[in-house]
């Protein structure tokens, strides 16, 4: 399911793209509220947006053993691997993806409206 926010234009838009403003917390939100409701056994945050880790930490810290926990993805190629979110003292496993696994799941829909 594709969810948008509303972009917000910078006063030297076309030379500056437009931003997509309040998606990390949109996602932060629901990583958490769907783990208390326990919709999920696992959430995968594939994004390296650190303001995403409270939503991770407040999950790592509830007592849901062993589920609903997160758990992160990002980008890997044979010279090296992208930055990861992580939280000191916790075990978050990260999945490493690599161009055959974005060309897999890649989505060319153009949703601009």
Known sequence: ????????????????????????????????TMAIKREYDVAIVTSTDTDVKPALEAVTALDGDPYPRCEVAAWSSRASHSRRLSIPGAKLWCHWLDEDDYSTVADSTNYAR
């Open 1 to 32: 399911m594709v969810i948008t926010r509303t972009l917000r234009y910078p006063r030297n838009w076309p030379t500056e793209p437009a931003q997509e403003k309040g998606i990390d917390v949109a996602l932060a939100l629901d990583v958490v």
